[in-house]
């Protein structure tokens, strides 16, 4: 059961009820069971105990274990060995049910003892392989010193009349509390719900011809229909039927009848046999039942995650794709005519890569692989498509891969949607961000870009240079006519120069009236007659109204870009070389050192 599920501690009427459903179960098997005056053969009475710390929260605990002791101690004392063995035996019966609720909380996440293999497992071998182990060494203990039974005969006696009542009430009891059997009775159809009462029934009167009324003995005739239960009605039902064998046959056992009589020996020796027949019947149906019954629920899932997957994959705007280990298209949904322009049928059998223009190729190639070597990781790549209709131009493909029942990768699914939108909006926020608002120059981080990338070429044989300038007493334009006629200004210096620049030149403004001009293929001494030449285009004033005409100049820094130095140094030297420019008297041009 998941966390949430376990029950909300009772109150003290509910643990007083729990002591007292204990103490009459103890005290029966003591009465019932004690063939040889010393421990009982038969003892169910801590599966109570087990089932209750199992389904409930740690804070209940406390509660349900004392009331548990003191109806032991209370049946010890009355029916068992006597006052001497009242304590001892109680606390031995409460660290047994301890050590297995504490293991089975520890080793199963989520709670759940009967739902599934592993946590079924689990219980057993807590119960039958740790807490009987420990707790009947210590009842033989006891025992042997307070009666006449042998350490050894009152261990095994111990040993298998608790594992024995552990194993087959505790399942059903957990069951029962958990709620499994309400939530079975609400769910199940009257079909389902009759077919477990036949089976049942039949099981019951196999198994009181076998104990009460055959002449030879035919312990295996129950076998067959309670595989029959563990398939038809499942842990449930296999629960129920170990009970209803425990029951009949214990009875007829214990009245010296059935086909135990066979057996040589006391009774309790049948008992021990008739236990062992009772433990390889649980393990025969029970495992099964817990493992189809955690089919069926897995089954159930992928029916609803196929259905969900389904209404998605039809219905989406997004193609969905089922992708092969090597590529090929296994399953395309029928949203592929609309956005793609190909049916989806013609899609199957063919190599996912067809769909992609061939210079994107590569990458979704390389996606779908990396897809595969982490399955658990969700993967995007954007790609052109081979043939664009209707605008499309981009798409985004997002890949996770397929689990097969090993683990291992089976295949990829693939959402494809149309980025053709995105992709126009992403360019015009770059053409916006990559401009100055003011005057359309490159902006600052769009201009070092280009000189990254200039730098990079000028590394394996290009020439380039960059020039540095700064209009002459800029801040006596803004303190005189305004910042309005100022910024007209800025505007206005960028607009002039333009005209002046080769076609793969660029001018960025850097901050302020301070700006960049990137020179391609331009040596110090061609860049010094480009810098001229655009002196020369601010001879004339600046008209920045209607009857305001303002003349500017500029002082310059230029350097020609050494591939072997970074941004920083290039832009250092040309401004090394603006400020001697500005101290020469400005409206001049100086060279880096």
Not at 244 to 273: C, E, H, K, N, Y
Not at 320 to 340: K, M, R
Not at 455 to 461: F, N, S, W
Request: proline share 3%.
């Amino acid at each position: 059961m998941s966390r949430t599920a376990l029950r909300q501690s009772p109150s003290w009427i509910g643990s007083v009820a729990t002591g007292c459903v204990y103490f009459v179960v103890a005290s029966l098997a003591l009465m019932l069971s004690r063939f040889e005056g010393g421990l009982a053969f038969i003892w169910g009475a801590n599966a109570f105990l087990m089932a209750e710390l199992l389904t409930s929260r740690t804070a209940h605990w406390p509660r349900a274990i004392i009331a548990c002791g003191i109806a032991s101690a209370i049946a010890t004392a009355c029916f068992g060995m006597g006052p001497l063995a009242a304590l001892p035996m109680a606390a031995i019966n409460i660290v047994e049910s301890l050590i297995v609720a504490v293991l089975c909380r520890w080793f199963v996440a989520d709670r759940m003892v009967t739902g599934s293999i592993r946590p079924l497992i689990v219980f057993i071998v807590a119960l039958c392989g740790v807490a009987n182990m420990v707790s009947g060494v210590a009842a033989a203990l006891v025992a042997s010193a307070l009666t006449p039974v042998s350490f050894g005969h009152s261990f095994v006696q111990w040993y298998t009349g608790h594992v024995l009542g552990g194993l087959t009430c505790a399942p059903i009891l957990i069951m029962a509390l958990q709620g499994e059997f309400r939530r079975w009775m609400d769910e199940a159809s009257n079909r389902t719900k009759l077919e477990a009462v036949l089976l049942l029934g039949l099981f019951a009167l196999t198994t009181v011809h076998v104990f009460f009324w055959a002449r030879y003995p035919l312990l295996f005739a129950p076998l067959l229909p309670l595989v029959l239960i563990a398939f038809r009605v499942g842990h449930m039902g296999s629960a129920a039927a170990i009970i209803l064998l425990a029951a009949i046959g214990g009875s007829a056992t214990m009245a010296g009848v059935g086909p135990l009589t066979w057996v040589p020996g006391s009774t309790g020796d049948r008992i021990q046999f008739f236990q062992f027949y009772l433990a390889l019947s649980f393990l025969l149906c029970m495992p099964a039942a817990v493992e189809l019954a955690a089919r069926k629920r897995l089954f159930l899932m992928l029916q609803q995650s196929e259905a969900r997957y389904r209404a998605m994959a039809e219905y989406s705007g997004d193609v969905v794709l089922h992708i092969s280990l090597d590529g090929t298209i296994q399953y395309a949904s029928p949203s592929a005519t609309e956005q793609i322009g190909c049916a989806a049928d013609l899609l199957v059998g063919q190599a996912v890569a067809n769909l992609v223009d061939p210079h994107d190729r590569a990458t979704v190639i390389a996606t779908h692989r990396l897809a595969l070597e982490q399955p658990g990781a969700v993967h995007k790549v954007e790609f052109r498509p081979l043939v664009s209709t209707d605008g499309l131009e981009w798409c985004e493909m997002v890949n996770r891969a397929m689990i097969d029942e090993r683990g291992l990768p089976s295949g990829v699914v693939s959402m494809i949607r149309d980025m053709s939108r995105h992709k126009a909006r992403q360019r015009a926020l770059q053409q916006v961000a990559a401009r100055d608002s003011l005057t359309g120059a490159d902006s600052r981080r769009a201009f070092l870009d280009k000189l990254d990338r200039e730098i990079e070429r000028v590394a394996i044989g290009a020439r380039s240079s960059l020039l540095l300038i700064d209009i002459d007493h800029f801040k006596a334009v803004n303190d005189r006519y305004g910042h309005g006629a100022g910024d007209r200004v800025l505007s206005a210096f960028v607009e002039r120069l333009r005209p002046g620049l080769r076609a793969g030149d660029s001018i960025g403004r850097l901050g302020g009236e301070e700006f960049a001009i990137l020179l391609l293929d331009s040596d110090v001494d061609r860049a010094s007659m480009l810098c001229e030449r655009l002196r020369a285009i601010l001879t004339e004033p600046i008209t920045v109204g209607a009857s305001l005409a303002i003349g500017v100049t500029f002082s310059a820094g230029l350097v020609e870009l050494d591939g072997a130095s970074d941004r920083s140094a290039m832009l250092e030297a040309a401004d090394k070389a603006l400020y001697r420019a500005k101290h020469s008297g400005r409206n001049c041009l100086r060279l880096a050192a």
